[in-house]
């Protein structure tokens, strides 16, 4: 059974960079059946679409965020892993990963992970 | 404001049936099949219903979903209090180039 786990700071001061990693288990990374994503969920709000890599290691990003987004994999430890940049108090949430469904039209995301709070904050 | 329109909230007796709705356009809902989502409190979301109709193994069949134009709906028949939980809708959009999410609905089970 595929899980998935976030790992990373908890804690992250103002205009600094996020870092997060997510350790598959239970099933391989290089599958080409499916995509790997971050989705965040502020406190007390809705989800929201970070971004994506695909199995090529080509990458999808949200256009709002876009600019400060980087999605990489390593496939050595079936991890994947999210740097958000020049982050603010807005950045403050749970932030998840999950396994896509698909290849170029994806929102069927199963399974999650537990999730991580991230909290911005001097 | 989220692309996907939900309710905020839904709520039913122990028994009954509800239905949460997710509104959306053509760009999305219109051209796209739908996902569904529950959130139990403090946990991850997981997977309820997929390609607008289909249940993952495991999920009750007291939980179904619909599409019509660009219009969804979750139905949970038989309501029980374990229920309680927030229901997300999802669906590709073609002008986003990425995936969109209603708002959510808390779902209380009186």
């Known amino acids: 059974q595929l899980q998935l786990q976030e790992s990373g700071s908890g804690l992250v001061k103002p205009s600094q960079t996020l870092s997060l990693t997510c350790t598959v288990s239970?099933?391989?990374?290089?599958?080409?059946?499916?995509?790997w994503s971050w989705i965040r969920q502020p406190p007390g709000k809705g989800l929201e679409w970070i971004g994506y890599?695909?199995?090529?290691?080509?990458?999808s990003y949200n256009p709002s965020l876009k600019s400060r987004v980087t999605i990489s994999v390593d496939r050595s430890k079936n991890q994947f892993s999210l740097k958000l940049n020049s982050v603010t108090a807005a950045d403050t949430a749970v932030y998840y990963c999950?396994?896509?469904?698909?290849?170029?039209?994806?929102?069927?995301?199963?399974?999650w992970g537990q999730g991580t709070l991230v909290t911005v904050s001097s | 404001q989220s692309v996907l329109t939900q309710p905020a909230s839904a709520s039913g007796t122990p028994g009954q049936r509800v239905t949460i709705s997710c509104s959306g356009s053509?760009?999305?809902?219109?051209?796209?099949?739908v996902h569904w989502y529950q959130q139990l409190p403090g946990a991850a979301p997981k997977l309820l219903i997929y390609?607008?109709?289909q249940r993952p193994s495991g999920v009750p069949d007291r939980f179904s979903g619909s599409k019509s134009g660009t219009s969804a709906s979750l139905a949970v028949s038989g309501l029980q209090s374990e229920d309680e939980a927030d229901y997300y809708c999802?669906?590709?959009?073609?002008?986003?180039?990425?995936?969109?999410f209603g708002g959510g609905t808390k779902l209380t089970v009186l």
């Open positions: 999950a396994r896509g469904f698909g290849v170029l039209i994806i929102s069927r995301f199963d399974p």
């Open positions: 999802a669906a590709w959009d073609d002008r986003l180039t990425g995936p969109v």
């Open positions: 890599m695909y199995h090529s290691g080509s990458t």
């Open positions: 239970g099933g391989s990374i290089s599958s080409d059946t499916y995509s």
């Open positions: 053509s760009s999305n809902i219109g051209d796209n099949t």
């Open positions: 390609s607008n109709t």
